[in-house]
């Protein structure tokens, strides 16, 4: 008869896991050996279980396959939850895996022993505990909820000792997915009749649509009738930054400017806008909103007016709404153009001064256009949503639902091992790269050839920015002394790193890092006057 640990292994397996993340623990042992011995399984070894969430967060945003994480009692237990926090707030399904006392030890005082099933509660979409006997009816309903929408991380706690336990037979399992309903006809054409008596209607793209895959459907819908798109962060390359109706991202650098488009509008049609990246409230203009998704408007009625609340299978409804929808707009796209060209000549790097902006056109130059960035959060991020030329949007990927720092090493190490015939590279900044440095010996371990871009400026410059913008003094914000405490070319656990201190020597450093075999850090001392001149300026 086969082991708990054997059952649940093939499962994982034949759901399509192919990686587990994680740091082992004493209890975990009989699953790593049951991992080692079965093919197209991995297990791989983090620095910090927080790393573990958000790498299995990536595996499935670039190939549709949930991951796994695991952590270990109490402390690795709450370490994971920063990933799969993450994940459950940027709408990805994982399934979380921790060890937990058994049943005889639960209740009790033990060493390391919290409620791990209180713990994961609010930060998952369900939480339960394996049993013996029913190890594939848990780990198949564990999928159905997580991939089901709106997708999110799944708990499963592991009672110690239960995987040595022999399994009782169980029957074959296949996975059930709960279809989205479509929309009723009547809905799209009130949607149709609203959109039709708008003079300037501007859509808003969110993360759903990304989900959804609509891209082809938006572009389609938003050429027949010439309506400009505001995209939310995460939905970035929805539609090309050279299409003739795109008006910018929302929230991010130089926003007033991209406000200068939606604050004219008289009709906001979001499509698959998540409110999770940023409400409808704290950009909207007062006008009707037509919401088009999988969920209901999360919207204040009290302020702003729900014209249309369209919640069902997003192309289905896209599609339909194409042909419900005749005529034109009254938008003058030539001045919205002109907008745009003009937005962008302001994050135009300044000569002679080497800061994010010239870090950012470096790397967008060498990287190819279907390379993948991975970003971290902090001023760097706000200028990446606007900046940074996005073809596809797995090409950029951020975290805007949960924005927690520490997110883009180890989410450039899972792009790698999930597509690795694609150039990956990472930006963060010295706040981030200090939470997760350790996972520099992950890459190496590893062989991944990433090229990390460690912006340095000596503090959290988004905070430092805030304090000013509030008339503060500066404190709390300095990570080090000064960008002239880095030094002279290195490593980090063996990871070559290359220091560089303008745009001369930042040319050759990217040079050399992308004909590199393996993982490469360059470190970019910058000046943070780009921050100061292009973000946080609001969305009006």
């Known amino acids: 008869m086969a082991t708990v640990a054997q059952v649940m292994v093939q499962s994982l397996k034949d759901l399509g896991v192919k990686y587990i993340f994680g740091v082992p623990s004493g209890n975990w042992v009989d699953f790593l050996t049951v991992i080692q011995e079965t093919e197209d399984i991995e297990f791989v070894l983090v620095s910090n279980e927080g790393s573990a969430g958000f790498m299995a967060d990536v595996c499935w945003r670039l190939t549709g396959q949930p991951a796994a994480c695991f952590g270990t009692f109490g402390p690795g237990a709450c370490n994971l939850t920063t990933g799969v926090s993450g994940g ?154 050279d299409h003739t109706c795109y008006a910018g991202v929302l929230n991010h650098a130089l926003g007033p400017q991209v406000g200068v488009t939606h604050q004219q509008a008289d009709l906001i049609v979001g499509i698959g806008f998540d409110p999770v990246e940023l409400n409808y409230e704290d950009w909207i203009p007062n006008v009707p909103v037509v919401h088009i998704d999988t969920t209901p408007a999360d919207l204040d009625l009290q302020s702003h007016t729900l014209a249309c609340d369209v919640v069902g299978e997003l192309n289905s409804s896209i599609k339909r709404l194409i042909a419900k929808t005749e005529g034109k707009t009254e938008w003058n796209l030539e001045e919205l153009v002109q907008r745009k060209v003009k937005m962008f000549s302001e994050l135009t790097a300044e000569h002679g001064h080497f800061g994010a902006v010239t870090v950012l056109n470096g790397l967008r130059e060498i990287l190819p256009q279907d390379g993948i960035m991975t970003c971290d959060v902090g001023a760097h991020l706000h200028l990446i949503g606007q900046h940074w030329k996005t073809g596809t949007p797995e090409c950029q990927l951020m975290s805007n639902g949960c924005s927690s720092m ?26 981030g790269y200090y939470m997760m440095a350790g996972e520099m010996a992950t890459a190496l371990r590893n062989n991944l050839h990433v090229v990390f871009v460690v912006m340095i400026d000596a503090s959290l410059s988004l905070i430092r920015i805030k304090q000013e913008n509030k008339k503060h003094d500066e404190y709390g914000v300095e990570l080090s002394e000064s960008t002239e405490k880095h030094g002279e070319p290195g490593s980090l656990f063996g990871v070559p790193v290359l220091t560089v201190k303008d745009k001369e020597q930042y040319s050759q450093a990217l040079k050399t890092a992308f004909s590199a075999d393996g993982p490469i850090i360059i470190e970019a001392l910058v000046d943070t006057k780009d921050y100061d001149n292009l973000v946080l300026k609001g969305n009006k």
């Not at 013996?132 to 009672?159: D, N, R």
């Not at 054409?189 to 891209?215: M, N, Q, W």
């Not at 520490?406 to 706040?431: M, N």
């Open 88 to 241: 459950y707030l940027d709408r990805a399904p994982m399934i979380a895996f921790t060890d937990e006392m058994n049943d005889a030890m639960r209740p009790r005082i033990a060493q390391m022993n919290i409620d791990h099933q209180t713990l994961f509660k609010p930060i998952t979409k369900w939480t339960t505990r394996l049993k013996q006997g029913k190890v594939k009816e848990i780990l198949y309903k564990a999928f159905e909820i997580a991939t089901s929408e709106v997708p999110g991380p799944v708990h499963v706690g592991l009672p110690s000792g239960i995987g040595l336990l022999e399994n009782p037979d169980e029957p074959e399992r296949t996975l059930n997915i709960s279809k989205i309903p479509e929309v009723d006809d009547s809905v799209l054409d009130k949607a149709a009749a609203i959109l039709s008596k708008a003079k300037k209607p501007v859509v808003a793209l969110g993360i759903t649509a990304v989900r959804s895959g609509v891209r082809d459907l938006v572009i389609e819908f938003v050429k027949k009738i010439n309506i400009p798109v505001v995209l939310t962060p995460m939905a970035k390359g929805m539609l090309p930054e």
């Open 406 to 431: 520490g997110f883009a090493i180890p989410t450039a190490i899972a792009a790698k091992l999930s597509v690795p015939e694609r150039q990956v590279c990472c930006v963060v900044g010295d706040g």
